[in-house]
């Protein structure tokens, strides 16, 4: 009785081990056969069967990945950790997963972990950009970059540390680089755009804003507006009032939108043009005295100085807050 006994704890193990391995390659055939649901669902049974069972861990987790169900394969793989911590393939799905998931500190520690994984270097580098760290985040993709030149990505991320630090021209030739290496991304295209803007490199502003827009960058007020001023600074003044003027239709009470423009053109010396909107300005409001103002300006540039000068008087009388613009305005405009 005693021998029955003991012979069948030891058949219970053994039959729970056959039971998960049946399990298993019948997951990993559902797997290659791309039924994933169903794979999972037997890749837990095979867990059932045997707790400790590595292997379906790490195959449930990519199928949960093909699924895009990362809550659970992240879970996988961190079973697949406690079970074998020096596990390559876990350890490299968790870094994935954790810089996806912006839990960038997580990230970086399982990039350690896993030195050798193909984008461990790149993982760390961009996690201390997003930690803004950008210092260690330019040496670390610097590094990669020395390995993989190819990675625009990675270029661009490094031009965005330098713009994040306000260093305009470092930035430049990143962002041309990264544009060169993906000639699809519309929005590194306007920030490139924008950049120049900053730079009063307004020719390549434009360049880049047309060139965003036409690889699909949507024309949005934003958008408009920035080309809109780039074409007027860059010597375009007639495509910019055009462009402009879209907007004045759509926002026919803002009185800055016409304020700005007005400025504009006055820094261009384009200083009929700048009237033009000075009176829109004060057909809205008669005692609009920046307007008032900015006009006086303008007359005196065009060789009317008396005229120009009683109408910054004028206006200094209704807002006197200009009093102190009178010194310099001349050559600054509003």
Known sequence: MMAIFIMALTYAPAQQTDSATFYFQKGIEERTAKHYLQASK????????????????????????EMRK???ALQHFTKV???????????????????????FAKAKQMAARCSNCLNAEKIIAMSSYHEEDYGAAIKGLTSYLSKNPQDADATYIIAR??????????????????????????????????????????NNAVVMFKKAAEKGYP???????????????????????????????KRPGDKQLLRDMADAFYQKKLYSKSLDFCQKLMEMDMKDGKALYQAGLCFQKMGEKDKGQAMCDQAIELDPSLAGKRSKSMNTGL
Do not use: H
């Open 161 to 202: 540390s330098y713009l994040d630090m306000e260093q305009y021209k470092e930035a430049v030739p990143f962002y041309t680089k990264a544009i060169a290496l993906n000639e699809d991304k519309n929005a590194w295209m306007y920030e490139l755009g924008l950049l120049y803007y900053t730079l009063e490199d307004y």
């Open 219 to 249: 024309k949005k007020s934003d958008y408009i507006e920035n080309l809109g001023y780039a074409c007027i600074y860059a010597g375009q003044a007639e495509e910019g009032e055009q462009l402009l003027n879209e907007l004045v239709a």
């Open 42 to 65: 037997l890749l837990d049974k095979a867990i059932l069967f045997n707790p400790q069972y590595k292997e379906a861990y790490l195959e449930n987790g990519y199928v949960n990945l």
């Open 81 to 103: 950790l406690d079970i074998d911590p020096a596990n390559v393939q876990a350890t490299n799905e968790l870094m994935e997963l954790y810089y996806n998931y912006r839990q």
């Open 70 to 72: 990362t809550d659970n």
